[in-house]
């Protein structure tokens, strides 16, 4: 008997040897945009380097892409069964939780840590498929000097009127300075900015939600109502007359450095690029940088309304041999003092719970501006490109996102063409 | 009377070796050195093709069955999408005028330097590098040759008062898909130089110098001698450069992605987009598309080596 349980004991002494010299080896492989965005890289190195303390003999090894590329490479590995353990994904990309790639993650997650508005972007069937990591609000950005020198102040809700902002943007223009900065010549979204918030202060949450789902027509005289109005702005010379081509970080440097713009409507991932030292293309030190309201039309059914959205997100294959594993280590970012660690380094929200007032340092002022900005507001969770699919999704990059705003088509013929492409689904 | 010992393929033992023809290597020694590059074309071509083939009449779940649709995606692809005809229109522009612009002025580049003009050496070197740098760069020095506010083309109309031509050459619908047309054949100019320079030069001598004797200019001579006798070098260029741009892509892609309003709209950015951009793993649409324009080439060569094909065989 003794001499069974001792082969017992050494059979299981011997398992779990074999169980940790395979743990030892194991490499779990992480897919990732961002290749150009220093903070968001270490604060992921920060997560690897904590996950791997907790885990010796797991390594996790980074590969760093720009976005598109980095989508194309997952859709042929993952249909190949070649796919990375962990990768980046976006709450857009329901089409990975169609087809049975991800893995839920509620049983995985601390959800405790994380914000509930952000799960819920990744809510699917009751299951959430991803840890929400990067989370945004949309803000315009103004040069506040520069708002003074051309005799306009705003008023303490930061929120010009609709005929007050036309105002500001026809003197801007007259001026010689160009009154919104803004270019869609490499993403299918930032050119849409203005306009989607004017459209969503006007009709309400309900009602704008029922537009991006196709329930809703653009030809609505609502709708119409908000688009006239952007077309009175495009006509009083809103936009620079590159608008077009210019790419997401020209518009940046445009609008704080050379020539310099009054205002960008951007993501609030605007400090990613702007807080980077001048010499890397950020903003300068003493840039006066301030946070307005977009403007709502008389009659809006929602002037407090504006436009949150989850972004850069991280997911587990689920086909993956290592899945629980990969699980494990999006662990390690769902706890607070990873949520402060992300406001510190990359200075942009996000769906971990964290709190603001842990920022310190050169950008505490900035975090504050922006809860300022942000404390009255209600939000629409998504943005139009993150929730339009197929060639109604193609038509608003074309059309709402370019044509539109740099004076190619009318609001008429942009709804026109909006109608026909979203409502062939 | 057959040959009871010729097998199938004409395969023949000699001796106790199995040959192709008595006086060739052993069928093993062939079949060694063929399978290689035969398994590698089996692979990365015939697979893919009749995969595409097959693609274009399902529809793709990733984890699941393919779903048989027939000629769903083709009904679909021809009768209700406006973007694929736009692609096909676009398409179809740049083929038509593109390989007589790459050719003519290769033609026209390649007489210069035929001719000795001066700086011949230098001017074949700057003339031909373009072929040699990649698209990526080419389309971003291009990209920044139309930049609206500072492009060397903007500042130069800017500085001798045009300023009301300029424009954002890439961002307007009526300019963004000649000037990317233009970008291609500054490209390609180069290479169409390169051939028509090595046609030029094979051309016996005693012709041209008979058509000296006879008192024949330079433009004579190019337009009655040269061009003619060079016409097989001419027709396959032209060829090739339809075929190039019937698949255009890349250039297309990193200077506009076939915008604005689908003004630079290609069948292959199209299929790009349908395919990874579209939100779907099925690629059965795109594959469709992909069939469909893969006929089209097909018959546009083929019409092409028709309609110039040569009914007198030059002698010289």
Redesign the interface.
């Known amino acids: 008997m003794n001499s069974a349980i001792r082969a017992a004991a050494l059979a299981a002494v011997t398992a779990l040897t074999a169980v940790s010299a395979a743990k030892a080896d194991t490499e779990l492989s992480l897919w990732s945009h961002w290749a150009d965005q220093d903070s968001k890289i270490e604060f992921i190195q920060a997560g690897i380097e904590k996950f791997q303390a907790a885990h010796p003999g797991v390594t996790v090894k980074p590969t760093w892409y720009q976005k598109n590329p980095l ?2 490479a997952l ?1 042929g590995a ?2 190949a069964g070649q796919g990375p353990d962990v990768f980046y994904c976006e709450p ?4 990975y939780i169609d ?3 991800l893995l839920p993650l509620d049983d995985h997650l601390d959800m405790s840590n994380i914000e509930e508005w952000a799960a819920n972007s990744w809510r699917h069937d009751g299951k959430v498929y991803a840890l929400p990591l990067e989370a945004y609000t949309v803000e315009i950005y103004f040069n506040t000097e520069m708002l003074e020198k051309l005799g306009f102040a705003l008023p303490d809700d930061g929120q010009l009127s609709a005929a007050d902002f036309k105002k500001l943007v026809e003197a801007a223009a007259g001026e010689g300075i160009t009154p919104i900065v803004q270019g869609a ?2 993403r299918p979204f930032p050119g849409a900015y203005l306009t989607h918030e004017v459209l969503l202060k006007k009709i309400g949450i309900d009602a704008y939600g029922e537009l991006l789902a196709g329930r809703k027509k653009w030809s609505d005289p609502d709708v119409m109502e908000a688009l006239d109005y952007m077309e009175s702005l495009i006509k009083a010379g809103a936009y ?6 210019m790419k997401l970080g020209e518009s940046h440097y445009y609008f704080y450095s050379n ?1 310099g713009g009054l205002m960008l409507p951007m993501g609030s991932w605007y400090t990613s690029r702007a807080f980077n030292s001048p010499d890397q293309g950020g903003q300068p030190e003493d840039f006066p940088l301030g946070i307005m309201q977009a403007p709502a039309l008389d009659g809006s059914a929602c002037p407090e309304c504006k436009t949150a959205n989850i972004g850069g997100s991280f997911c587990v294959n689920a086909e993956s041999p290592n899945a629980e594993l990969a699980a494990e280590f999006l662990d390690a970012f769902a706890d607070p003092e990873m949520g402060n660690l992300w406001l510190k380094k990359v200075l942009v929200q996000t769906g971990i719970k964290s709190d603001a007032s842990t920022v310190s340092g050169p950008h505490a002022d900035y975090f504050k501006m922006l809860e300022a900005a942000d404390k009255n507001n209600k939000f629409f969770q998504g943005t139009p490109h993150a929730i339009l ?3 109604c ?2 038509t608003f ?3 709402i996102n ?2 539109f705003p ?1 004076g ?2 009318g609001a008429g013929q942009a709804a026109q063409m909006m109608d026909q492409a979203c409502s ?1 689904g | 009377m057959t040959d009871a010992s010729v097998g199938r393929w004409g395969i023949r033992p000699v001796g106790r070796v199995l040959k192709i023809s008595p006086d060739g290597p052993p069928l093993s020694t062939v079949t060694m050195f063929l399978t290689p590059a035969l398994l590698v074309y089996l692979v990365f071509t015939a697979y893919p093709v009749l995969r595409t083939f097959y693609n274009s009449v399902h529809i793709l779940h990733p984890r699941a069955a393919d779903e048989y649709v027939g000629m769903q995606h083709y009904v679909q692809m021809t009768t209700a999408d406006p973007t694929f005809w736009v692609a096909v229109k676009n398409t179809m522009i740049w083929a038509g005028f593109a390989p007589l612009l790459d050719v003519g002025i290769g033609l026209i580049l390649a007489i210069c330097l035929y001719a000795k003009a001066p700086f011949a050496r230098f001017f074949r070197i700057a003339w031909f590098t373009p072929v040699l740098i990649s698209y990526v760069v080419v389309g971003i020095l291009w990209m920044w040759i139309y930049n609206f506010d500072w492009g060397i083309l903007n500042g130069a109309l800017r500085a001798v008062g045009l300023e009301n031509w300029t424009r954002a050459w890439l961002g307007e619908p009526d300019t963004a898909l000649v000037a990317v047309m233009i970008t291609h054949t500054w490209k390609w100019a180069g290479f169409n130089m390169v051939v028509c320079l090595a046609a030029l030069s094979a051309l016996p001598k005693e012709v041209l110098e008979a058509a000296e004797l006879d008192n024949c200019n330079w433009f004579g001579k190019a337009w009655f001698i040269m061009i003619p006798m060079i016409r097989p070098t001419l027709v396959n260029l032209l060829i090739l450069s339809l075929i190039g741009k019937m698949k255009i892509f890349d250039l297309v892609w990193i200077m506009t992605q076939g915008g604005p309003l689908w003004a630079t709209e290609t069948v292959s950015t199209y299929v790009y987009k349908r395919a990874f951009q579209w939100q779907t793993f099925d690629l059965g649409y795109p594959s469709a598309i992909a069939v469909f324009w893969f006929f089209v080439v097909l018959i546009a060569v083929m019409a092409l080596k028709y309609a110039f094909r040569q009914r007198d065989k030059l002698e010289y």
């Open positions: 989508f194309a859709k993952l249909q857009a990309q329901t089409e087809n049975g790639f010549g490499d620079p007359r590159s608008f077009a081509t020539p699919k197929g060639q999704l193609e990059k074309q059309v370019v044509a740099a190619q088509v062939a």
